[in-house]
């Protein structure tokens, strides 16, 4: 009999899996803070090539609007090859995330005692869905044409008020109805993606070829069942709240020297980690969920042995 998940348990099982799985979770927040930190050292160092000997980008920086308009326009070529140093690394960390992701799907799913064995489930399920999740990424690329499309008509429609809002209430406004129609959608994207992983690692076939319909009845599964999105959604709310938090108390409280910019780097690490157990936490309580979820039989293939001819 299926066995019917509240929000509680949900939340319940993601609390016990960070911090059952702490030893995953920094291991992979590690990953992630080597991939943030090689990009930000090799944009410091193009934009030390136009704007150290320029002391109008300190201006900029601390929030000197005229300053910032003049930098941009004096370093064009810098900030593009710093836009397509952002954009090899966001490339370099999708790829690398399939197989992050799936391994910490396929350790959350088969729970693994010890270090040892946690590494080996690690590895061996992050090898093993790497294609399929793949696959999944081209399988959602109509949602997120769809998404940019929702964006682009809903930004279209309001594009005027924002040009002429002249108070902040007339901003929010438009702002508002510019944004939520495509992120709402964007979240429903996500939240299908990330039940069709589970559904995936669950079945433990790393040739399985039908991700599409994998896909298919993700979709149908995730509208019939608003706890997913709920859920989903509350995980997503907490980031950001977690995120503004930070922003709100660093506000006004400048870091000057290596002292503070050491202390500001600390500081923003444990956000950004504090930030993962909430993302990791959210992934436990999927999986949790989605081992009550019916999951289609095995295709059993029968091989026929031909009869040997007896001389």
């Known amino acids: 009999m299926m066995t019917r998940l509240g929000l509680g348990d949900m939340w319940s099982a993601g609390t016990r899996a960070v911090g059952r799985y702490t030893g995953t979770l920094l291991a992979v927040f590690v990953v992630q803070s080597i991939v943030a930190l090689a990009c930000m050292i090799a944009i410091s160092a193009v934009l030390a090539t136009t704007f150290a000997r320029l002391p109008i980008w300190d201006e900029a920086v ?68 790497y294609l399929a999740y793949a696959r999944l990424a081209l399988c959602s690329l109509p949602g997120w044409i769809l998404v940019l499309f929702v964006f682009g008509m809903c930004a279209d429609l309001v594009g005027k008020r924002l040009i002429y809002a002249l108070t902040i209430p007339q901003l929010l406004g438009p702002l508002a109805i510019a944004i939520l129609p495509g992120l709402f959608l964007l979240h429903i994207m996500w939240t299908i993606t990330d039940y069709a992983r589970v559904e995936l690692s669950l079945r433990h076939e790393s040739h399985d070829p039908s991700v599409v319909m994998t896909y ?40 000057y020297g290596a002292e503070g910019a050491v202390t500001l780097f600390v500081i923003r690490q444990g956000v950004a980690l504090a930030r993962s157990a909430i993302r990791f936490g959210v992934l436990g309580g999927q999986i949790e969920l989605g081992k009550t979820r019916t999951l289609p039989p095995r295709r059993i293939v029968e091989v026929k042995a031909e009869p040997k001819n007896v001389a």
């Open 62 to 129: 601390d929030g000197d609007l005229v300053a910032l308009v003049y930098c941009i326009r004096h370093g064009k070529a810098v900030l593009y090859a710093s836009a397509g140093i952002i954009f090899g690394a966001v490339l370099l960390w999708q790829l690398a995330s399939w197989f992050l992701v799936g391994g910490i799907y396929g350790v959350l799913a088969q729970r693994p005692e010890g270090r040892g064995d946690t590494a080996r489930c690690f590895g061996a399920s992050g090898t093993s869905t």
């Open 216 to 255: 298919v009845r993700t979709v149908f599964y995730v509208l019939r069942r608003p706890i997913t999105l709920v859920h989903a959604g509350l995980g997503w709310l907490l980031f950001i709240v977690v995120s503004v938090g930070y922003a709100y108390l660093a506000h006004g409280h400048p870091m």
